[in-house]
């Protein structure tokens, strides 16, 4: 079965950081744009960051600009997020998903367009 699988969440005390992974079972990860979504409790999942199947286009939500850092690595077909100066409300479960390349990074992230695939979620809570 072709699926995505995140790790690296955690507990982190506030202004720590972590490093999410998105890997593909069975899924090139090399041939999708991929993006990271998080749903708190109570609310709306909202899209986080994404990132062009080439990693020259990137796009993120106002709330992590400057704190947190899409890449990928398609050596190894894996895409990361790196979250530094981590804040309580950054508590949710995180979720990669992958979309074909014709949508764009902000596309997928702000409408979830063209979202074809979904991991399982990663839980990041943030608490001191």
């Known amino acids: 079965q072709l699926q995505l699988v995140e790790s690296g969440g955690g507990l982190v005390q506030p202004e720590g950081s972590l490093r999410l992974a998105c890997a593909g079972n069975?899924?090139?990860?090399?041939?999708?744009?991929i993006g990271w979504f998080r749903q708190a409790p109570g609310k709306e999942r909202e899209g986080v960051s994404c990132?062009?199947?080439?990693?020259?286009?990137?796009n993120y939500a106002d709330s992590v600009k400057g704190r947190f850092t899409i890449s990928r690595d398609n050596t190894k077909d894996t895409v990361y997020l790196q979250m530094n100066s981590l804040k309580p409300e950054d508590t949710a479960v995180y979720y990669c998903?992958?979309?074909?390349?014709?949508?764009?990074?902000?596309?997928?992230?702000?409408?979830?367009?063209?979202?074809?695939?979904w991991g399982k979620g990663t839980q990041v809570t943030v608490s001191s």
């Open positions: 990132i062009s199947k080439s990693g020259e286009r990137l």
């Open positions: 998903a992958a979309a074909l390349p014709l949508f764009g990074v902000q596309a997928m992230c702000v409408s979830s367009t063209g979202i074809s695939r």
């Open positions: 069975g899924l090139s990860l090399r041939l999708y744009t």
